[in-house]
């Protein structure tokens, strides 16, 4: 199973990459400036995201806490715990900053709301790597 690992750990590097491109426009001038581009790179961080909650949650968590190894079925059910709600906020956030008008109609909030999405990911990618990643193997 190293290589579900392996696979998620790669995705993490692209959602990475993608929030490092938004975030260079996360002021509220600049982004209600390039609404669409930011738009679009809100597209493919979705993208990026549903696939890799969709591995987690369907397949990867649940055969962790079936896992031998107590410590890594505890650690997968701290994360879920600590952390399952990130896809259901992820929706809702991409729900509305989607929508044509919405960024600009409303930049600082964006800015705001974008900047609280990415510290939850970025949190969370760290305690998967350092965490939870280490224990599997």
Do not use: C
């Not at 390039?34 to 961080?45: C, S």
């Not at 956030?93 to 960024?103: F, P």
């Amino acid at each position: 199973m190293p290589a579900i690992v392996d696979i998620l750990k790669q995705q993490h590097a692209e959602v990475v990459r993608v929030v490092e491109s938004l975030q260079k426009l996360l002021d509220p001038a600049t982004v209600g400036a390039n609404a669409q581009e930011v738009r679009d790179l809100l597209t493919k961080l979705s993208g990026l995201l549903q696939v890799h909650f969709s591995i987690e949650d369907r397949s990867f968590y649940p055969k962790l806490l079936d896992d031998p190894n107590p410590a890594l079925a505890e650690t997968a059910e701290r994360f879920i715990d600590e952390m399952g709600h990130i896809s259901k906020e992820f929706v809702a956030y991409t729900s509305r900053w989607g929508q044509e008008g919405e960024i600009e109609s409303a930049p600082e909030t964006f800015v705001e709301q974008t900047k609280g999405l990415f510290g939850v990911l970025a949190t969370r990618i760290t305690k998967e790597e350092n965490e939870l990643y280490p224990l599997y193997y």
